[in-house]
Nanobody, 121 residues
């Protein structure tokens, strides 16, 4: 079992910055990747940024040059600069991990409950 807890969301003006954090805990054997997804009202959830176990990163085109994902042990961060109105959404942390069980190990995908980011004047 794995728990992901996000923090750092809030209200910010256009052009401002926020830093989101996601702490993973539980019977984690290893982490394959961690990422951030977001969902705005009336839109589908989309991948924003991803970081693999090797440190490779990937971003959706709309945030390239503005957002930076990083990971330190079991915590993943998303630094968001130059925020725009269209960045307003609920941001969800995702972890693809190998977990320890009674009989061995298995892969699982886990999600946090989300943290709301509102960009507004």
């Amino acid at each position: 079992q794995v728990q992901l807890v996000e923090s750092g969301g809030g209200l910010v003006q256009p052009g401002g910055s926020l830093r989101l954090s996601c702490a993973a805990s539980g019977s984690i054997f290893s982490i394959n990747s961690m990422g951030w997804h977001r969902q705005a009202p009336g839109k589908e959830r989309e991948l924003v940024a991803l970081i693999t176990s090797s440190g490779a990163t990937n971003y959706v085109d709309s945030v390239k040059g503005r957002f930076t994902i990083s990971r330190d042990k079991n915590t993943v961060y998303l630094r968001m600069n130059s925020l725009k109105l269209e960045d307003t959404a609920v941001y969800y942390c995702n972890g693809r991990v190998i977990i320890e069980t009674e009989t061995g190990v298995r892969q699982g995908d886990y999600w946090g409950k989300g943290t709301e980011v509102t960009v507004s004047s």
